[in-house]
């Protein structure tokens, strides 16, 4: 597979779809990476109370909104993703908890 033109270098939709769908890889790939610390944190918080953190929710919005905006990019928008994602974060980590600990 051929890497993927850069946005400027698209001429086509075809080039835009590919583009769309490299980075797509891409992103699963560090959602993955993401997903492990989840399963790290969950195996070492002792507490399931602490799995919700929402001044860390709150840091985590602010870093991506600032660096969005370094970027160019709409902060407001680029929240709502990551409030998304941070959500289904603590999800993901709650479950993963649980599981952790029912075989105890």
């Known amino acids: 597979m051929t890497a993927a ?8 939709m ?3 779809r590919a583009g769309v769908d ?6 699963v790939a560090l959602l993955v ?6 399963n790290a944190a969950a195996r070492i918080k002792t507490d399931r109370a602490t799995v919700r953190d929402e001044a860390r929710k709150a840091q985590v919005l602010d870093n991506v909104a ?4 370094a970027a160019g990019l ?7 993703v990551w409030n998304e994602l941070v ?3 603590i999800a993901h ?8 600990r029912a075989g105890r």
């Open 5 to 12: 033109k850069s946005p400027e270098a698209c001429e086509t």
């Open 33 to 38: 990476r993401r997903f492990g610390y989840m």
């Open 66 to 69: 600032r660096e969005a905006a």
């Open 87 to 89: 959500e289904q974060s």
């Open 93 to 100: 980590e709650a479950t993963e908890w649980d599981r952790i």
């Open 74 to 80: 709409d902060p407001a928008r680029l929240r709502a």
């Open 22 to 27: 490299q980075v797509d890889r891409e992103l």
């Open 14 to 16: 075809i080039d835009v």
